[in-house]
C-alpha cells in the first residue's frame, strides 16, 4: 500500500490551492449563507474548468476517470478553503449513482447536482441552485422536487426536504455512497487543517502577560494532539481511497479529528472565537455538519463492527 501522492497528484492539489487562495473564498461562503450564491457559483464555474466536476465520472461519459486519490485531494483543498455549495453530492456521489449518459455529461461539464439519500444524508444540500435533484431511498434512485427549507448548524449549507418522483436507472449505488463518505472524509481532513493553521498563527501573535500565548506548555500540548489526530486520520483517507479499508474508517478519524480541531481553535482564541464575524466560525460550523453529514459516527462505528464480525467469522463455541 502506497499512501504518497505522485507528483500529478501533489501539483493538482497544489493548482487547486492556489486558485482558491486567490478565489475570496470566504466572500462567497458568507455571501452563500446570505443567500446570494453568485460568487459561488462562479466559483464552482472554476473549479468546473479545473476538472473538479469531472473527477470520477467516466471518460466515455466526458470525464476524466481519475481515481479516488484525486477526488480526496480536490475535497481536502474544498475543505480547506470551506468552499460552499453541494460539492461532495454532485461530484462524488451522482457520478457513480447515475446510469444515463446525458445527465453524467451534464455533471461532468459543471451542471449542478444534488441528492437526499433516505439513511445516510436524508436532506439534499442546495437544491435551490441545482439542476438535477434526485432523492435516493433504498436500491431505488428517482427524480426530485424541492419541499420545506430547513435550517442547518452551518449557515453555508441549505437543507431541502424532497418529494420523490419517477425512478432512474441507477448504478453501483454503493459504491455512490462510499465515494460520498470518502469525499465528506477528506473536506472534514481540510477543514481540521485550516482550523490548526489559524489557532497555530493566533497563537503566535496574540501575547499575554508580556508573552506570546503561544509559548505556554497547555496551548502547545493541546495543539500537538490535534497535529496527531490529524496525522492519524490522513492514511485511513488515502488507504480508503486505495480500497484497502472502509470509508467509514476514515470518516471516523476524520471526524474525530476534525472536531477536536475546532474544538481546540475554539478555546484557543478565547472569547472571540465564538463570534460570526472571525473567519474562523466558517470551519467550525462546517465541521459541525459535516461530522453527520453522509452517515453519523453511530452508524459508521455500527457498519465497521459489522465488518470485522464477519471477517472474523463465527467463534466455534468449545
Known sequence: MRFVLTEDQRDFGGSLDALLSGADTVGAARAWAEGDTAPGLELWRRLAEQGVNALVVPEEHGGMGATAVELVVAFEALGRHGVPGPWVESAAYLPLALADADLLAALAEGAVGTVAEAAHAPYALDAEVADHVFSCTGTTLRTATRGERLRSVDRTRHLTTLVAGDPVPGADL?????????????????????????????????????REIGSYQAIKHALADVRIALDFARPLVLGAALGEVPAAAAKVACADAA??????????????????????????????????????????????????????????EA
Do not use: M
Request: glycine share 8%.
Open 174 to 210: 454503493g459504491a455512490a455512497l462510499e465515494s460520498a463518505v470518502l469525499a465528506t472524509s477528506a473536506q472534514l481532513l481540510g477543514c481540521g487543517e485550516r482550523l490548526l493553521d489559524d489557532a497555530v498563527a493566533y497563537v503566535k501573535q496574540r501575547r499575554q502577560f508580556g
Open 259 to 316: 472536531y477536536l480541531a475546532s474544538r481546540t481553535a475554539l478555546q484557543v482564541h478565547g472569547a472571540v472565537g465564538y463570534t460570526q464575524e472571525l473567519d474562523l466560525s466558517i470551519w467550525i460550523t462546517k465541521v459541525r455538519a459535516l461530522v453527520t453529514a453522509w452517515g453519523t459516527p453511530a452508524q459508521h462505528r455500527a457498519a465497521l463492527l459489522e465488518t470485522l464480525v464477519a471477517a472474523a467469522g463465527t467463534p466455534v
